[in-house]
């Protein structure tokens, strides 16, 4: 429910993109080209970092469990 909730927000905001470019949406400036932004989306942004911070979490107890899972192997030979 809440992932349908979230595509229906950020649908709604890429529909009136053009009335809150102003308000939300940050400005880069390409290096290439003269007087070109590219405009970066926060919510894009903090979507992946949110991402990226649960797979970071993932990983950290993927090792600690292979950490165990070891230790047991361990454990029972002989």
């Known amino acids: 429910m809440l992932d349908a909730l979230w595509i229906a927000f950020v649908f709604s905001v890429l529909l009136a993109q053009n009335r809150l470019k102003d308000m939300l949406f940050i400005p880069v400036p390409i290096p290439s080209s003269y007087n070109d932004h590219a405009m970066i989306e926060p919510l894009g942004v903090m979507l992946i970092f949110f991402f990226g911070i649960i797979c ?23």
């Open 56 to 78: 970071l979490i993932q990983f950290v107890a993927m090792l600690c469990h292979r950490y165990n899972t070891f230790q047991h192997i361990l454990a029972s030979t002989k």
